[in-house]
């Protein structure tokens, strides 16, 4: 097995593995269109690393945590509802990347591999960025998931209690736009947020605690990762979104099975 698979394995199984404790999040607090807004407004901040001639990994991830931290601003303003909001700032921060990409006339830009991924180029400088970023992701999760739990459970008794409702809200949001930055070249902006969905749905079909939920989903993203490899080698198919089809699969066939099982009890 060549090199080039491997650092797409080990790339894919460590997002795999931290996408899925923090998609649970995205899965119980209905975050899904905040994600997909985070995935577009990365693609800008592509465009602008390369009219600015910076390091196109560190402009991703500056632009994920600007964005994320415009929006929780943004929604402060009760005048205009959130979906609007989101959906306003998801197509225009696309569209803004897309024309500055391509009115740059120095540079050529791969655009299907950030729209879809490209997994099979990630290269050692991608792995450690990966590495870095899921480590950091992770050890907050953890050290923070009994409050994330607790403002997801009941927002308003969180508060009574005296928990940080607002600082942890916006501290979550800042994750999902870190993991969102760095899993950009694995999957690409139009399937991210799949790879933080799918799984953890898939997993809500078996699991009885928040704990086991958030680790089916990780072990399901990483055979999703492992399994749209694998097609993408056997078949030549593109890698993201063989991953992406892989994790659907699976969920599909985890609602076959809790309906075959609902029906036997029945």
Known sequence: MTDFVLRALAAGLLIATVSGLLG????????????????HSSLL???LGILLDINLQLAVVVSAMLFAGMLLLLQRNKTIATDTLLGI?????????????????????????????????VNT???LWILACSVLTAVVLLKFWNGFLCITVHEELA????????????LLVMLIALLIAVSMKIVGVLLITALLI??????????HTPEQMALGASLIGCFSVSGGLLMS?????PAGPSVVVTACVMFLLLTLVQSVRGERVQ
């Open 233 to 237: 080698w056997e078949w030549d198919t």
């Open 125 to 127: 400088t991608d792995i």
């Open 24 to 39: 649970s999040f995205v899965v119980w607090r209905r975050m899904s269109y905040f994600g997909d807004t985070l995935a």
């Open 45 to 47: 901040g592509i465009a």
């Open 159 to 170: 508060r009574v209690e005296g928990v940080a409702v607002e600082r942890l809200k916006a």
């Open 198 to 207: 799918i799984p953890p749905a898939a997993a809500r079909k078996l699991a």
């Open 89 to 121: 700032l998801s197509h225009s921060t696309l569209a803004f990347g897309l024309l500055i990409l391509a009115l740059s006339d120095t540079v050529q830009v791969n655009l299907s591999g950030y729209l879809f991924g490209d997994l099979l180029t």
